[in-house]
């Protein structure tokens, strides 16, 4: 990855979006030599989502797993159903 400051960034956006989109670099933008954010291309934005998804649904069922009270919606709106 890439570090350049935030006024380098401001400078030279253009080219900076096409190293990120073509050449597929990461590149981090500090502020007071603190890096603050990230320029990454779409392709890695879509894979970091596609991970935190898989994530997120690894611990919804561990957490079902885990507790023996669980119930869905689906059961809650049926037994509303039969009152």
């Known amino acids: ?29 500090q502020r007071h030599g603190k890096t603050v ?14 991970v935190e998804d898989a994530i997120d649904s690894a611990e919804l069922r561990r957490a079902v797993e885990e507790n023996d009270g669980f119930t869905t919606l689906q059961t809650i709106i049926a037994s509303r159903k039969d009152e």
Do not use: Q
């Not at 954010?37 to 879509?46: C, E, F, P």
């Open 1 to 29: 990855m890439i570090p350049i400051s935030a006024s380098e960034a401001r400078a030279n956006l253009p080219d900076l979006i096409n190293r990120a989109e073509y050449a597929r670099e990461r590149i981090l933008i």
């Open 37 to 50: 954010v990230a320029i990454i291309g779409l392709d890695d934005l879509k894979l970091l989502e596609a």
